[in-house]
C-alpha cells in the first residue's frame, strides 16, 4: 500500500549529529511532499524549537502539520491553535514535581506556551541544555504552586543518567498507572498524559486526513518513538537507533550521519 504520511523524529532521525538536515535528506523529504505524501515533524520540542526545521523543508503551509511536546499537542505548521491537545493541570505538576524532589532528582515542568519551570536552585545542566536546543525560556522559582501554571504538556526529570536510574527503582507504581511515562533520553524520563503519545497522536491527526495506520512510515532512534514506530504500517528504525526501538520495528535503515531517513523515504515511499 502507498505510503501517505511519513512521521518522523527530529534529533537523532532528521538530523545528523551537528543538528543539522543534510542536503540530501531535505532533497528526498521534499519530494516525497511534492508527491503528495505529508511530512510530520514529531518532537518532544515546543513549536518554537521545530519552526527552522520546518522552514527549512517547505513545510510551512496551512496544509502541513507537526506534533509536539512527545504527541502533547497537535498543530499546523501555521501556529493557528492546536488541533488535538492532551495536557496536564496544575495539580499533577505539584504531584509530580514533590515526587521529583522526594526522590533526589532534578525536574522541569514544560509548558504548552513553550517555557520551562524549575524549582530547585541547584538548576540541572540538563534543564539548561533544554532550553538552549529547543529554544524554551528556563524560569527556577521556590515550589510548584508559585509557578502560578494551570496546564502543562508534560513533566520532565531532567538529570544524569545515573540519578534517573536510582529514581526509577522507587518510582510509585500508581504514578506509572496514572501518566503516560517514557524514557526518552538517558538524561530525560517524561510523565504526561494517557493519551499523550507520539503514536496516539499521529493515528489521530491521519484520522483527520482520513489516512489508514497501515499508509504510515514512522522513523525514530529513541523510546518515545516506539508507540508511533508500532502503530505505523512502516516502523523505521535509524541506523543509531536503541536495540528495543530496532526491535519493534520492521526495517533497519543506515544512521543519522548517513541520511538513513531519506534512505528509507527513498526506498519506500517515492513513487
Known amino acids: 500500500m502507498a505510503i501517505k504520511m511519513i512521521t518522523t523524529d527530529i534529533d537523532g532521525t532528521l538530523l545528523n549529529n551537528n543538528k543539522q538536515i543534510t542536503t540530501h535528506t531535505k532533497e528526498i523529504l521534499q519530494a516525497a511532499r511534492r508527491q503528495g505524501v505529508y511530512i510530520v515533524l514529531c518532537s518532544g520540542r515546543p513549536l518554537v524549537g521545530v519552526e527552522q526545521y520546518l522552514a527549512e523543508l517547505g513545510l510551512d503551509s496551512a496544509d502541513d502539520y507537526v506534533i509536539t511536546f512527545n504527541g502533547a499537542q497537535v498543530q499546523r505548521s501555521t501556529c493557528s491553535g492546536?488541533?488535538?491537545?492532551?495536557?496536564?493541570?496544575?495539580?499533577?505538576?505539584?504531584?509530580?514535581?514533590?515526587?521529583?524532589?522526594?526522590?533526589?532528582?532534578?525536574?522541569?515542568?514544560?509548558?504548552?506556551?513553550?517555557?520551562?519551570?524549575?524549582?530547585?536552585?541547584?538548576?540541572s545542566p540538563v534543564s539548561v541544555m533544554d532550553s538552549y536546543f529547543t529554544k524554551m525560556p528556563l524560569h527556577v522559582r521556590p515550589n510548584a504552586t508559585s509557578a502560578g501554571i494551570s496546564c502543562l504538556a508534560k513533566y520532565m526529570w531532567a538529570d544524569a543518567p545515573q540519578i534517573l536510574t536510582e529514581a526509577l527503582v522507587s518510582l510509585p507504581e500508581k504514578i506509572r498507572d496514572k501518566y503516560y511515562s517514557v524514557h526518552s533520553e538517558e538524561w530525560f524520563f517524561e510523565f504526561m498524559h494517557p493519551l499523550a503519545s507520539k503514536g496516539q497522536a499521529m493515528v489521530e491527526l491521519a484520522a483527520?486526513?482520513?489516512?489508514?495506520?497501515?499508509?504510515?512510515?514512522?522513523?525514530?532512534?529513541?523510546?518515545?518513538?516506539?508507540?508511533?514506530i508500532s502503530a505505523a504500517g512502516l516502523g523505521v528504525a535509524m541506523g543509531n537507533a536503541n536495540p528495543l526501538v530496532k526491535k519493534e520495528a520492521q526495517v533497519v535503515t543506515t544512521d543519522n550521519e548517513h541520511d538513513g531517513l531519506a534512505v528509507a523515504v527513498e526506498k519506500y515511499a517515492l513513487q
Open 82 to 123: 492546536p488541533l488535538i491537545s492532551n495536557l496536564l493541570t496544575g495539580k499533577d505538576f505539584q504531584v509530580l514535581d514533590k515526587l521529583a524532589h522526594d526522590l533526589g532528582v532534578r525536574g522541569q515542568a514544560v509548558t504548552p506556551d513553550g517555557n520551562i519551570y524549575v524549582t530547585t536552585p541547584d538548576v
Open 208 to 228: 483527520k486526513l482520513k489516512i489508514k495506520p497501515s499508509e504510515i512510515m514512522a522513523a525514530g532512534d529513541q523510546n518515545n518513538d516506539l508507540t508511533m
